[in-house]
Structures are given as C-alpha cells and as structure tokens.
C-alpha cells in the first residue's frame, strides 16, 4: 500500500465520522467557540502538513547521510514482527509520553488544549500545543522504523489507529448500541480491554472529578486500551462523563495553548 493510499484512507475515516457527526447535528454545537476553532485548524493542519512530513523527512534524511546501508535493511522480517514492534515502539511510547504530560504540570502545557474543549468531537484529534507532536518519542522512532523498511505494515498499522482514535474522540458513539444486548456487552468486555473506545477514552475528558464516569488520571491509552490494563491506569465504567474540560481550569489565550512557551499565560 502507498503512502498515498493510506494518508486517502484515514482522510475518509475523518469524513465518514464527520460527517456522522453533522448529522447528528454534533460537528459544531453551542459548546464550539471561535477560539476553539482556531485551535483545532491550527494543530491539525501543523501536524497532518508539517510535523509528521517533517519528521519522516528529516529521519530519512539522517539515514541516507549517516547510515545509507540501513535503507530498507529489515524489509524482509514478517508482517506480525514489524507490528509488535510497531505496537511497542510508537503506540506504548505515545501511551508514556501521555501518561507523563499529565503527571508532569510544566509539560501538561504541552497537552492542554487537548482537555480544554467542552466536548468531544473528531476535530479536537490532534487539538494540541504544536510541539506535543514534535517531541512524541513514537513518531520519531516509527519513523525510523520505515526508513528500515516497515513502510507497508506501517501504512495500514497507520489506518487502523486512527480508524480507534478517531472514533474514541468521536461524539457518535459507536459503543453505546453494543452495551444495549447481552451479546455486545460480551463483545465489549473484551473491545474495552484491548482497544479505546468512547467510553473509556470520554472517561478520560471529563470535566468534574465527583462524576463517576470521568478519570483523567488514566485511560491514557491511543491505539490500545491494553497499555493502561497492563500499567495499572484503567477504569471501565461503561457511561460517560456529563461535562467535558479541565476543571478549575483558568483562561489561557489560543496562542498559549498552541504556543507555549513562546507564547505564556
């Protein structure tokens, strides 16, 4: 598969849930401000533009310079080893790198503009500050993984992450008709420990720590659900939180969320 093809697919994952959230009528509700907006275009066109191109270009570049031997050098390990490498290398870091943004109060600037937001929406995706991305430890090394040939696994291992991520942020709710019937509850219970889905992943975006759906001190997981299970920061309630946001959350100007520290409060 190219790198067109799997950048057109997780385009179309992003419209189809788009669109299912217009409608809805959940795209963009009373809770959207202009300085949400400015935000979420702001971030999503940096990393989707520049900080993903960017990175592949300079590691690339770096090897063709440093290590031109290495080029595709382990292009010949099978499809399932490349993924469990994938799996470790990009999605357990990113969980890390997640984790330790909210456990360190001067980098959780860094991912605040990622909680700011009243509700959830695909758009608020990639709504962080533009370095978060810069300096995700995955990106950088899964990067280095497809200049020693995990281009092709990597490009569906691509689709199928944000296929999750995408629809964990999501305000439709894939999950809600399966908790309906004994066999989607079944179904769930194994979903829910694998992989974020909505409720897990809205656990983490609530607003009010007394409401027994939020934990925003956990569920850290992208991909897989699997890493806060295994680390001890899960908890499945199968509801969602009735508010979204950062509570006790003072103002900070759209240029500070996606700024700092060039830009402070």
């Not at 533009?49 to 595709?72: E, K």
């Amino acid at each position: 598969m190219s790198g067109v093809d799997h950048r057109l697919l997780i385009t179309a994952i992003f419209a189809v849930f788009a669109l299912l959230e217009l409608f809805a009528g959940r795209f963009i509700t009373k809770a959207t401000t202009r300085r949400d907006l400015v935000i979420e275009v702001v971030s999503s066109v940096t990393i989707l533009a520049f900080t993903v191109p960017g990175i592949v270009w300079i590691v690339d570049a770096a090897g063709q310079s440093l290590v031109p031997q290495w080029r595709d050098l382990w292009v010949d390990w099978p499809w399932w080893l490349m993924l469990v490498v994938l799996l470790v290398a990009d999605d357990m870091t990113q969980y890390w790198w997640h984790r330790i943004n909210h456990s360190v109060p001067w980098l959780f600037h860094l991912h605040r503009a990622h909680h700011t937001a009243r509700y959830m929406s695909v758009r608020m995706t990639f709504r962080n500050n533009v370095f978060y991305y810069w300096l995700m430890p995955g990106l950088w090394l899964s990067a280095g993984l497809i200049f020693l040939g995990f281009g092709s696994v990597y490009a569906v291992y691509a689709i199928v992450k944000m296929a999750v991520i995408v629809g964990a942020h999501s305000s439709v709710r894939w999950d809600a008709p399966l908790y309906r019937s004994t066999l989607g509850r079944t179904i769930m219970w194994v979903l829910e420990r694998l992989i974020s889905t909505p409720a897990t992943h809205n656990a983490h975006h609530g607003l009010h720590a007394d409401d027994p759906a939020t934990f925003y001190a956990g569920n850290y997981g992208n991909l897989l659900f699997l890493w806060d299970v295994v680390f001890g920061t899960a908890r499945i309630t199968r509801t969602y939180p009735r508010a979204y946001g950062v509570e006790n959350e003072a103002p900070r100007s759209w240029r500070h969320e996606l700024l700092w520290p060039l830009f402070r409060r």
